[in-house]
Structure formats: C-alpha cells, structure tokens
C-alpha cells in the first residue's frame, strides 16, 4: 500500500483524494524530495517534540527549522526534539522516519507555522518511504482542522549549511550541481546496514555484531578498539558481541563501525596534514572530546561521537573527487599554518566557484544528507566551519568547533590559527574548570586514541 492506513481513513473521511508520487524507496523526507524530484518550496514536514506531557506535532516548511521558543510561547509548554526512533513509535503503520505532517490521524495535537497556510500546493509523506502526496493548498484546513497556529518556524534549512558569503546559491542548488557534474561515491553497503539497523527499536547486540562479523577486517578493528587500554576492561574480550554487550555498547560500536565503513567510499592519500592518518587522528580525538562534552550537558553521547567522528568528510570527499588540487590544497596547508582552511580552499578552488568554492563543510553537509545520517550530523559537518552558527542542533555543531579549537592547540586538526575558544564554551554552558578536565581527561588517553586513529588509518 503507498499510505498508511490511518492516514488514509482520515483522508478518505474527509473526502480528499491526493495524488500519489512514487519514487524510489527512501528512509527520510529529505531523500524522498530528492529521489521524487519535487519543489522543496511546496514540501510540509512534521518535528515531533515531547515534554513530560506528552507529544506534540510541529507543522511547517521543508526548508525550515523549528523555533522551540516560540513553540514554547505559544504552548506554555517546554519541548524537546523527540529522537527519530521514539518517533517512530508514535507511527506505528509508517515506515521508520515516514511521519506524515497530519498529527490528528494518529492522535497528536499540532501546531503550525503560519506561513504554511500560503502554500498553494502541498507535498507530505505518505507514512511510506517509496511515496509522497499532493493536495491542493485549500485542502490545509482539513488536514490541520484542529492545529494552533503561529510563527513557529525559523530560517530557510538550506542557509543554515551556507558558508559566510556565499547566499546567492542555497544548499540544495550546491547538492543538484554537485550530483550533475560529480559521480559522489554512494554510502558503503555495510555502513548502510549499519545505518537501517541503528534505526530499528527492535535492534540488538546480536544482530549488530552478526553484520560486523561479516567484514574480517572490521570485525579486527572492533576488537582492538574494545581490548584497548582506553576502556580499562578487566576482563577478555572474544567475540564482537562481547564488545558490544560488555565493553563498548550498541550506539559507540554501531557509531564506530558505521565511520570505519563509510570512509572506505574514498580514496585519499595518507600523507600530509589533510591525508588519511591526519584525518583519522582529528577525527578520534574531536568524537572523544564531544562524547566527554556531551557527558556533562547531558546530550546524547552517541550522536555527538558520531558527529565529531564524521564532521571532516567534506575534506575526504575533496580529496577523492579532486585529487590534484587536494595535493596543492594539502602543501599549502603544511606552508601556510596562519591562513584558515576557508582562505586556502579559495585559493585553490576558486572564490567564486558556486559548487567547490562553499568549502569542505558544507561539502560533507551535503553527502552526509544525501546518504541520510541524522541531522545532527549533517548540520556539524555543514557548519563547522561557521563559528556563528545559532540554528538547529547547535550544542552538537559547537561541541564539533569547541573541540577543534582545543585540538588546535595540540597541532590536531586541518585549522592552526588559534582564537579565543571561551565564547563557545559559554555558550554551550562550560566553564573554564570544565575545559580543564576535559582536556586532562584526553591527555589521559592520548596514547590509546593515537593507536586507535593509526589502527583506523592503516
């Protein structure tokens, strides 16, 4: 069927009949816009937020972001994001992260952004990942008939991963030309898995370390990474489920293994400051910074390791698309330590090229979209390089450039012009004693992380 069955026995009672787009099947909104090739301008998205209430429904724009405190004025209530796989559990006929934008089928109140309501024409989800639908702009007020309205939603989602100068071209115009001119290497099979398998509530330690063992080489690298002395595990370590169960966890070993089998997409040298083992040394030290940071500000570990683990792929895309220039990009880096990675990619690239001349960050925002990773990472890797940053999933994206700027200083990284990093920690809630122990605490570990990131790199 190419609805959910609530969905369409709301419908149907309303005597609404949508047309029906097929397209490939897709686990996210933002993928099945793209496969269906649709106008993102007439997309409608659903947020669920939850607070010790209950769930609620948010309403508004493909190309928009929720402004929790606006929601929270409107409501008197005070939200959070609900994670993709509790959501999912609010849909129990739709496909995993299919939540069509019509709250009252399934029961939850909505509220909705007001500029939704000048939308001539709509596309939602069908509650299916192989199928959207379209309605007529007048039919919103049958589908939102009981929704509160307000200005709830902020900026265009594209500018978000828009570098500082560069507005005349939005994200999604980069990501069409990029996929036109450029053959972008798809998601390793195993990472997809991987992927599917971090969004099925039903998942196990058993099925997870059954997909792992599959792959000799990353089943060796689990081990090592779990037997090592960053984890101080007392006992013996023999199978890959014994890692997950005992030592490393589902979420830091789905994480790990999803980074290790993604990066095999590339072919990148692993020479000079932006090779392969520089990569993989940034990359662990900055994942293990914002799981330590996440820690204390209480967000989700996993998805921070994840974040810091992935935020560099724009750099490996770089590398494996343009080989020569990433060579002249990876000299200049050695022989111009003061110049910012910005300033470099220009000169190598180009100022006013629209596609390349965005930058890394924005370039991997846009794979890890097309390879649909969680948002969260998406917008770190997209904006690590914009220290202003205030839109969606900030904490995770300052976690991302309060890491760098510590690993800085310790000559880890692609960026060597140290700044003032105390704003960020300010604004994420650290003080400076916090910095103090995060950076002792990684101190501590420098030897295992190092053997890790050279395990990961051979």
Same mark, same amino acid.
């Given at each position: 069927?190419a609805?959910?069955?609530?969905?369409?026995?709301?419908?149907?009672?309303?005597?609404?009949?949508?047309?029906?787009?097929?397209h490939d099947? =897709?686990?996210s909104l933002?993928?099945? %816009?793209? #496969? +269906?090739?649709?106008? $993102?301008r007439? &997309?409608? *998205?659903?947020?669920?937020?939850?607070?010790?209430?209950?769930?609620l429904?948010?309403?508004?724009?493909?190309?928009?972001?929720?402004?929790?405190?606006?929601?929270?004025?409107?409501?008197?209530?005070?939200?959070?994001?609900?994670?993709?796989?509790?959501?999912?559990?609010?849909?129990?006929?739709c =496909?995993s992260?299919?939540?069509?934008? %019509?709250? #009252? +089928?399934w029961?939850? $109140?909505?509220? &909705?952004? *007001?500029?939704v309501?000048?939308?001539d024409?709509?596309?939602?989800s069908?509650g299916?990942?192989?199928?959207l639908?379209?309605?007529?702009?007048?039919?919103?007020?049958?589908i939102?008939?009981?929704?509160?309205?307000g200005?709830?939603?902020?900026?265009?989602d594209?500018?978000?991963?828009?570098?500082?100068?560069?507005?005349?071209?939005?994200?999604?115009?980069?990501?069409e030309?990029?996929?036109?001119?450029?053959?972008l290497?798809p998601?390793?099979?195993?990472?997809?898995?991987i992927?599917?398998?971090?969004?099925?509530p039903?998942?196990?330690?058993?099925?997870?370390?059954?997909l792992?063992?599959?792959?000799?080489?990353?089943?060796?690298?689990?081990?090592r990474?779990a037997?090592?002395?960053?984890?101080q595990?007392?006992?013996?370590?023999h199978?890959?489920?014994?890692?997950?169960?005992?030592?490393?966890?589902?979420?830091?070993?789905?994480?790990m293994?999803?980074?290790?089998?993604?990066?095999?997409?590339?072919?990148?040298?692993r020479?000079?400051?932006?090779?392969?083992?520089?990569?993989?040394?940034?990359?662990?030290y900055?994942?293990?910074?914002c799981?330590?940071?996440a820690?204390?500000?209480n967000?989700?570990?996993?998805?921070?390791?994840?974040?810091?683990?992935?935020?560099?792929?724009?750099?490996?895309?770089?590398?494996?698309?343009?080989?020569?220039?990433?060579?002249?990009?990876?000299?200049?880096r050695e022989?111009?330590?003061?110049?910012s990675?910005?300033?470099?990619?220009?000169?190598?690239?180009?100022v006013g090229?629209d596609v390349l001349?965005?930058?890394?960050?924005?370039?991997g925002?846009?794979l890890?979209?097309?390879?649909?990773l969680?948002?969260?990472?998406?917008?770190a890797?997209?904006?690590?390089?914009?220290?202003?940053?205030?839109?969606?999933?900030?904490?995770?994206?300052?976690?991302?450039?309060?890491a760098?700027?510590w690993?800085?200083?310790?000559?880890?990284?692609?960026?060597?012009?140290?700044v003032?990093?105390q704003?960020?920690?300010?604004?994420l809630?650290?003080?400076?004693?916090?910095?103090?122990?995060?950076l002792?605490?990684?101190?501590?570990?420098?030897?295992?992380?190092?053997?890790?990131a050279?395990?990961?790199?051979a």
């Amino acid at each position: 069927m190419a609805i959910a069955e609530r969905l369409k026995q709301f419908l149907e009672r309303r005597g609404l009949r949508p047309d029906f787009m097929r397209h490939d099947p =897709s686990e996210s909104l933002e993928a099945a %816009v793209v #496969s +269906a090739g649709v106008d $993102p301008r007439e &997309v409608l *998205q659903a947020t669920l937020l939850i607070d010790a209430t209950g769930a609620l429904m948010a309403v508004h724009g493909f190309r928009s972001v929720v402004d929790m405190g606006a929601v929270s004025r409107l409501t008197s209530r005070s939200f959070r994001m609900l994670p993709s796989r509790q959501a999912d559990r609010l849909f129990p006929d739709c =496909s995993s992260g299919c939540h069509p934008p %019509v709250g #009252s +089928a399934w029961g939850l $109140p909505v509220v &909705v952004d *007001q500029r939704v309501w000048s939308m001539d024409t709509v596309i939602l989800s069908s509650g299916r990942d192989n199928c959207l639908l379209r309605l007529d702009g007048e039919d919103l007020g049958l589908i939102l008939e009981e929704a509160r309205t307000g200005r709830i939603a902020l900026q265009d989602d594209a500018a978000d991963i828009e570098p500082d100068g560069a507005g005349e071209i939005t994200l999604d115009e980069v990501a069409e030309r990029l996929q036109k001119l450029y053959r972008l290497p798809p998601m390793p099979a195993l990472a997809l898995r991987i992927l599917r398998l971090t969004r099925d509530p039903e998942a196990s330690a058993n099925d997870l370390s059954n997909l792992i063992e599959y792959d000799p080489s990353l089943t060796a690298q689990i081990m090592r990474y779990a037997r090592s002395a960053l984890f101080q595990y007392p006992g013996e370590v023999h199978s890959v489920q014994e890692a997950v169960t005992r030592v490393l966890g589902f979420d830091r070993v789905a994480h790990m293994a999803m980074g290790i089998a993604s990066a095999r997409a590339f072919d990148v040298p692993r020479d000079g400051m932006l090779g392969m083992d520089a990569f993989w040394r940034h990359s662990i030290y900055c994942a293990f910074l914002c799981q330590q940071m996440a820690r204390r500000l209480n967000l989700d570990r996993g998805l921070a390791y994840l974040c810091g683990l992935l935020h560099n792929f724009g750099l490996l895309l770089t590398g494996h698309l343009f080989p020569d220039q990433f060579d002249q990009l990876n000299r200049l880096r050695e022989s111009n330590p003061e110049q910012s990675m910005r300033a470099l990619e220009e000169r190598v690239f180009g100022v006013g090229d629209d596609v390349l001349g965005v930058g890394h960050g924005a370039i991997g925002g846009i794979l890890h979209r097309l390879w649909q990773l969680p948002d969260a990472v998406v917008k770190a890797a997209g904006v690590h390089q914009q220290p202003d940053y205030e839109g969606d999933y900030a904490d995770y994206v300052r976690m991302v450039q309060l890491a760098n700027e510590w690993l800085k200083e310790k000559g880890i990284g692609d960026e060597f012009n140290v700044v003032d990093w105390q704003p960020v920690a300010d604004r994420l809630g650290l003080d400076a004693t916090d910095a103090e122990r995060l950076l002792e605490e990684t101190g501590a570990v420098a030897e295992e992380l190092d053997a890790l990131a050279r395990q990961l790199a051979a």
